[in-house]
């Protein structure tokens, strides 16, 4: 059963940054395409950047530019940075995994990505991220 463990939300001002971090522990043998989501109060939880296992990335247009996602794999470990962070940004980041599945190499992919790992992936507990004005 594999586990996600996501830390380093938080609050920060409008143009601050934070790293999130996804300790991973669990996998069993494959190919995992690994990323983030959010989601803001009343609103639908979305993809925010994928990262698959050959180190191909993709992000949501919201933050192209803005947000890193990259990948320790000796500490089995995933992260976001995020700079230039808007009140926009501010939601629960939850990191996932789904196994046997390619990731999006588009943002346009990020709906049919988001609906397999919900039926056949791994999620953490979620971290809080707010932007203040």
């Known amino acids: 059963q594999v586990q996600l463990v996501e830390s380093g939300g938080g609050s920060v001002q409008a143009g601050g940054s934070l790293r999130l971090s996804c300790a991973a522990s669990g996998y069993t043998y494959g190919r995992y395409c690994m990323g983030w989501f959010r989601q803001a109060p009343g609103k639908e939880r979305e993809g925010v950047a994928a990262?698959?296992?050959?180190?191909?990335?993709a992000y949501a247009d919201s933050v192209k530019g803005r947000f890193t996602i990259s990948q320790d794999n000796a500490k089995n470990t995933l992260y976001l940075q995020m700079n230039s962070l808007k009140p926009e940004d501010t939601a629960m980041y939850y990191c996932?995994?789904?196994?046997?599945?390619?990731?999006?190499?588009?943002?346009?992919?990020?709906?049919?990505?988001?609906?397999?790992?919900?039926?056949?992936?791994?999620w953490g507990q979620g971290t809080q991220v707010t932007v203040s004005s």
């Open positions: 990262r698959d296992g050959d180190g191909s990335t």
């Open positions: 996932a995994a789904v196994r046997s599945f390619p990731c999006p190499t588009v943002p346009a992919d990020f709906g049919s990505w988001y609906h397999k790992t919900l039926s056949f992936g791994y």
